[in-house]
């Protein structure tokens, strides 16, 4: 049974009881009385505990309700291509609590007593507060009873608190309401667009994903009300928003350790998260000057395209090869062989590749996984990876012992164990001969890591269910340490999809994983747009998505293609994201490209410039990175959280405090090439267009939108409608902005004004 089926009715009878009358009840406790640790005071008050810092309440406990709760629980997680279904099987539950002492201990404020409900989880419990840095109080629940593997934290929420964060999210800004899996996993396929997503679940339960789904999810939040706690464990839990004035944090260990962070503003809760989670460091300045030209298709191929890139004289940062491996052929599509060394058959004269890309002052991209698989089948291997791996025991395994082989698409794969120090070492070393010495690579997709089974055999012993969330963590940190060792830590990219709560601390680049090849919200470019700012709230300072989306599949002529309106308009986005990245997709020959026509050539170009225009501002926007957490791609209600009007908005972007831009998310048919913008602060803010100097907001001068959108769809308050043909999307900057002459100079020595 489902923990969600089961414990239902928990939520209900939450008032102070006589023992034994209601379930979820404080039963006994000791008088009033308040502690400190550092800034922070832990009272309880008689009928609630209570963590305040300045006079201010960061966290309470529900007025005679349990806020410590124990169980026991049998927890399934089936792995299927990535994806997972989780039955959380709670067996026993134990929610009537009695206080016992509130007061000092060794290692901080400590409240004590026990917990009562059924005999399996029957058992004494402390909570200890500490601040263990400036802004953080940790928090600690452990119980006496050996057999309790399952703990709840369950307080008051403010019903009006809005709830961002959790990670990367793409479906919801705000979390409120829902019962959020803390579980990295691949996204999806479809996560509820039909039919796709029909289709995909009966080839494969689950792999269609859903809207809370992510590659990349943390135990972490901030409300709107500049409230925020976290968890330290990574085993799977459960953050249940559901209750309009409750919260219940449900993890399946026998012990919790979190952190209460205070701050008076969301910016400064990002700030004291990322002081636990680690910063992403700035990006090398030869990335921030153009594009990332993704490609595949061999030397001629990509000669032929950079040929052209040259005439032109577009920004190019660097050339992204991901088929530098070799290609195969399956069910899905043209997928890569996973054996990381160069396919000299495919790439002939790669060398000579490499020093064109340099010459002109970029840099060679390629891409690995942590999956291998055998490749002697492929015919020109010069190194098995998959055939080393095995013969020095280096893969994740069953229980039986066997290598446990997991199933993407239609073959099998090995993991990589990353708790093997040996075979880390080896990894490492591959990653140096292979992709850095004879590769060159300066960057890579470092993909995948979210899809370790819940019943894998690691060599370290730990838990597999424990250590899942783990996983593309320590992923990041072995490419971290790779280029760090090689000497060139400041020098290489490398961008991954999944992650969790310490990511930000080695990644040097998040993208975010597949996208549909569509506009749509639920896995098309209205997430890619969302996603590039919720991760912000999580730490995520730097994100991008791959430009047009990346999975497309058809059936006898009919589904999901890439159409050159949507590739247009996405670079119009990407421009002013952390990365502009094409990808050709799944089936890169049903997909519009950037390379297709004069007009495709044309957008590209111009975004291109557009991106190195604003690559100063990049530049300062990573300085406030690298000391305080921020994003650079922001939701505007960070730096304006008192406007309400903001809080529903998920398709308005600001790259910092100084640029604003609303991409177009709907075909250009539906609304004539007018998109309906809003201005924060319009009465006392002048937004500049960055390309037709039309000012909107205070001091307006725009024209006016037709009069059948002005009738059907009418713009009030702070809203306007504002013109944006193709190649001029709507892109602004605060009039009398420090960045606004060099940014007016950029865009005009660039050709773009």
């Known amino acids: 049974m489902k923990k969600t089926m089961l414990v239902a009715s928990s939520l209900l009878g939450l008032t102070l009881a006589s023992p034994g009358l209601a379930a979820n009840t404080i039963t006994a406790a000791p008088s009033p009385v308040a502690a400190s640790s550092g800034d922070f005071t832990v009272s309880w008050t008689g009928s609630r505990l209570q963590v305040t810092r300045a006079g201010r309440v960061l966290w309470r406990s529900t007025d005679g309700a349990s806020f410590v709760r124990a169980g026991t629980h049998a927890l399934q997680a089936e792995e299927n291509r990535g994806s997972f279904i989780v039955e959380e099987n709670i067996q026993s539950q134990c929610t009537d609590q009695a206080i016992a002492s509130v007061g000092y201990a060794s290692a901080g404020i400590q409240v004590s007593g026990t917990l009562s409900g059924s005999a399996a989880c029957a058992t004494d419990y402390t909570v200890t507060f500490n601040e263990v840095r400036p802004g953080h109080l940790q928090f600690a629940v452990q119980f006496s009873n050996p057999a309790v593997n399952y703990t709840e934290l369950a307080y008051y929420a403010d019903p009006d608190a809005r709830f961002h964060g959790f990670g990367e999210q793409f479906s919801y800004l705000d979390l409120n309401?829902?019962?959020?899996?803390?579980?990295?996993?691949?996204g999806g396929v479809g996560r509820g667009h039909q039919p796709i997503s029909g289709a995909v679940e009966l080839g494969s339960a689950g792999s269609a994903g859903g809207p809370l789904t992510t590659y990349y999810a943390v135990p972490h939040y901030i409300t709107s009300t500049a409230q925020s706690l976290m968890l330290e464990d990574t085993d799977y839990a459960v953050f249940d928003l559901s209750a309009s004035?409750?919260?219940?944090?449900?993890?399946?260990?026998?012990?919790?350790?979190?952190?209460?962070l205070a701050g008076d503003s969301m910016l400064e809760l990002i700030e004291r998260f990322t002081e636990y989670s680690g910063r992403m460091r700035a990006l090398p300045e030869?990335?921030?000057?153009?594009?990332?030209?993704?490609?595949?298709?061999?030397?001629?191929?990509?000669?032929?395209?950079?040929?052209?890139?040259?005439?032109?004289?577009?920004?190019?940062?660097?050339?992204?090869?991901?088929?530098?491996?070799?290609?195969?052929?399956?069910s899905f599509g043209s997928q890569l062989w996973w054996n990381w060394e160069l396919d000299q058959d495919r790439y002939p004269g790669w060398d000579g590749l490499v020093d064109r890309v340099e010459g002109r002052g970029g840099r060679m991209l390629c891409y690995i996984n942590p999956f291998l698989v055998d490749a002697s089948p492929k015919g020109n291997v010069r190194r098995n990876l998959y055939q080393e791996a095995i013969d020095n025991d280096y893969l994740v395994k069953k229980a039986d012992g066997s290598v446990y082989e997991v199933t993407n698409t239609d073959f099998d794969a090995g993991m990589i164990d990353l708790t093997n120090p040996y075979a880390v070492a080896w990894i490492k070393a591959v990653i140096a001969d292979q992709l850095i010495d004879e590769g060159r690579c300066h960057g890579w997709m470092h993909d995948f890591a979210e899809a370790l089974p819940f019943d894998a055999v690691l060599y370290s012993g730990i838990d597999a269910a424990e250590y899942h969330n783990q996983y593309p963590v320590d992923w990041a940190r072995i490419a971290?340490?790779?280029?760090?060792?090689?000497?060139?830590?400041?020098?290489?990219?490398?961008?991954?999809?999944?992650?969790?709560?310490?990511?930000?601390?080695?990644?040097?680049?998040?993208?975010?994983?597949?996208?549909l090849v569509t506009w749509d919200k639920y896995d098309g470019f209205k997430t890619a747009i969302l996603a590039t700012m919720t991760g912000g709230f999580s730490g995520l300072a730097m994100n991008h998505a791959d430009i047009g989306g990346y999975t497309n599949a058809t059936l006898a002529g009919v589904g999901y293609n890439r159409e050159q309106e949507l590739l247009l308009r996405w670079m119009e986005f990407a421009a002013f994201t952390a990365a502009y990245r094409t990808h050709e997709g799944l089936k890169p020959e049903d997909n519009a490209q950037f390379?297709?026509?004069?007009?495709?050539?044309?957008?590209?170009?111009?975004?291109?410039?557009?991106?190195?225009?604003?690559?100063?501002?990049?530049?300062?926007?990573?300085?406030?990175?690298?000391?305080?957490?921020?994003?650079?791609?922001?939701?505007?209600?960070?730096?304006?959280?008192?406007?309400?009007?903001?809080?529903?908005?998920?398709?308005?972007?600001?790259?910092?405090?100084?640029?604003?831009?609303?991409?177009?998310?709907?075909?250009?048919?539906?609304?004539?090439?007018?998109?309906?913008?809003?201005?924060?602060?319009?009465?006392?803010?002048?937004?500049?267009?960055?390309?037709?100097?039309?000012?909107?907001?205070?001091?307006?001068?725009?024209?006016?939108?037709?009069?059948?959108?002005?009738?059907?769809?009418?713009?009030?308050?702070?809203?306007?409608?504002?013109?944006?043909?193709?190649?001029?999307?709507?892109?602004?900057?605060?009039?009398?902005?420090?960045?606004?002459?060099?940014l007016e100079g950029n865009l005009r020595s660039l050709g773009v004004k």
């Open 245 to 260: 004035n409750s919260v219940r944090v449900r993890l399946f260990d026998g012990d919790m350790t979190g952190r209460i």
């Open 595 to 742: 390379y297709d026509n004069s007009t495709t050539y044309d957008q590209f170009d111009r975004m291109a410039r557009v991106y190195k225009a604003l690559a100063f501002y990049r530049r300062d926007l990573m300085d406030d990175m690298e000391t305080r957490g921020w994003p650079l791609v922001r939701h505007p209600m960070l730096h304006y959280p008192d406007d309400n009007e903001l809080a529903g908005l998920t398709d308005q972007i600001m790259l910092g405090s100084e640029v604003m831009m609303a991409p177009l998310v709907n075909k250009e048919s539906y609304t004539g090439n007018w998109k309906k913008v809003y201005f924060p602060d319009a009465g006392n803010t002048t937004w500049v267009h960055m390309f037709t100097g039309y000012r909107y907001g205070n001091n307006s001068n725009a024209p006016r939108a037709p009069w059948w959108l002005r009738w059907t769809n009418p713009a009030r308050g702070n809203y306007q409608w504002v013109y944006v043909p193709m190649g001029k999307p709507a892109a602004f900057y605060k009039q009398g902005s420090p960045i606004a002459s060099q």
């Open 177 to 186: 309401g829902q019962a959020v899996p803390v579980l990295s996993q691949e």
């Open 480 to 515: 971290r340490e790779a280029i760090d060792e090689a000497g060139l830590g400041e020098e290489i990219v490398f961008f991954n999809r999944a992650g969790a709560a310490r990511t930000p601390g080695y990644s040097t680049l998040l993208w975010q994983g597949d996208q």
């Open 286 to 330: 030869w990335f921030n000057q153009g594009a990332i030209v993704g490609m595949q298709g061999g030397t001629a191929k990509v000669d032929a395209v950079l040929d052209e890139l040259d005439r032109r004289g577009t920004p190019v940062a660097g050339v992204w090869l991901q088929d530098w491996v070799g290609k195969r052929q399956t």
